[in-house]
């Protein structure tokens, strides 16, 4: 994983643990890797991982099971699709509605190419939020 310097790592691997489920990588009520496996795959620290799961189970994305481990919440994904649209919406949509009105375009020119980039890299993928 390639991180940024513009945001903390942790938050980096949020966004990453988030994209997983979004993906159904990693489903609701399936165990989470352990912190020492996450930290090996992703080469960092333990530390930064906790990090990262303590603040993942402050959203009630993560839920530690004593003694057993961290699962995936029940209802991982849509608080998952909540924190990412958060994140998007106060982060990066200003910068790309500055980009618009400098580049004198609107949403509907980029209509075709959300379809055409959702069409090919996404074709599988059910955005059903749904959960019991």
């Not at 994209?19 to 090996?40: T, Y």
């Not at 303590?54 to 998952?80: M, T």
């Amino acid at each position: 994983m390639e991180f940024r310097e513009s945001q903390p790592i942790y938050l980096q691997i949020a966004e990453h643990v988030c994209e997983k489920i979004l993906l159904r990588e990693w489903k609701p009520n399936d165990r989470a890797p352990s912190v020492r496996e996450l930290a090996v795959q992703l080469e960092v620290n333990p530390n930064t991982v906790m990090r990262t799961y303590d603040f993942l189970q402050s959203k009630d994305i993560l839920v530690n099971e004593r003694g057993i481990g961290l699962f995936v919440a029940g209802k991982a994904l849509k608080h998952s699709l909540s924190y990412l649209q958060d994140e998007f919406t106060q982060k990066n949509l200003p910068h790309v509605f500055r980009r618009l009105v400098l580049l004198q375009m609107d949403i509907d020119t980029l209509k075709p190419y959300f379809d055409k980039y959702v069409k090919r890299n996404f074709r599988t993928l059910n955005h059903a939020t749904d959960e019991a």
